[in-house]
């Protein structure tokens, strides 16, 4: 399954709503995960289910969506929230990811 | 609290071999799958496959498929991965992930680079 993400980089400002999209080439379901990667660091997983969040993760990540198209909202954006995220399916082996989506400070 | 721990860097010649470890800590480790992926410099994430510490079981994806193995030794708690006939496009970093089955992962191992060099 080959899951697209757009757009692949934006520039935003702290204090903006930001919305990243995840669409996948079939159908699967709510089994989408969303996760954050600072440069150098191991990616940290967010989201799970398409919209549960992990143990800890702040509220303001909202994730939606089912079947083929998927959202992350960052209802207000902070400094600490500047970084890359993928979206990566589990419904089906094997796991893929989206190529990222960059969120760069305007 | 939940720890994925890998091992250090590693430089290996084209041709050769390399096995990263993933100790795990703060969780019953036959409980969770262990999955495998890799980053490229500059690159996303590709996902390897997995391994079930309880049973053994392993699934890998297609594009590694004859030249990868993941193992698991329950005594330490530890999953391995082991990449063969390693090439200069095997140069990233490694990463170690748990996960209930083949599901979403939560906690993630700090990486392990590895260069593929002459």
């Known amino acids: 399954i080959q899951m697209t993400q757009s757009p692949s980089s934006l520039s935003a400002s702290v204090g903006d709503r930001v919305t990243i999209t995840c669409r996948a080439s079939q159908d699967i379901s709510i089994y989408l995960a969303w996760f954050q990667q600072k440069p150098g660091k191991a990616p940290k997983s967010l989201i799970y289910?398409?919209?549960s969040l992990q143990s800890g993760v702040s509220s303001n990540f909202i994730g939606s969506g089912s079947g083929t198209d998927f959202t992350l909202t960052i209802s207000s954006l902070q400094p600490e929230d500047f970084a890359t995220y993928y979206c990566q399916q589990y419904n089906t082996l094997p796991l893929t990811f989206g190529q990222g989506t960059k969120v760069e400070i305007k | 609290q939940v720890q994925l721990v890998q091992s250090g860097a590693e430089v290996k010649k084209p041709g050769a071999s390399v096995k990263v470890s993933c100790e795990a800590s703060?969780?019953?480790?036959?409980?969770?799958?262990i999955h495998w992926v890799r980053q490229a410099p500059g690159q996303g994430l590709e996902w390897m496959g997995w391994?079930?510490?309880?049973?053994?079981?392993?699934y890998y994806a297609q594009s590694f498929e004859g030249r990868v193995t993941m193992t698991r030794d329950t005594s330490i708690s530890t999953a391995y991965l082991e990449l063969s006939s390693l090439k200069s496009d095997d140069t990233a970093v490694y990463y170690c992930?748990?996960?209930?089955?083949?599901?979403?992962?939560?906690?993630w191992g700090q990486g392990t680079p590895v260069t593929v060099s002459s």
């Open positions: 703060g969780y019953t480790f036959t409980g969770y799958f």
């Open positions: 391994v079930n510490p309880g049973r053994g079981g392993t």
């Open positions: 289910g398409a919209s």
């Open positions: 992930a748990r996960a209930r089955g083949a599901r979403a992962t939560d906690y």
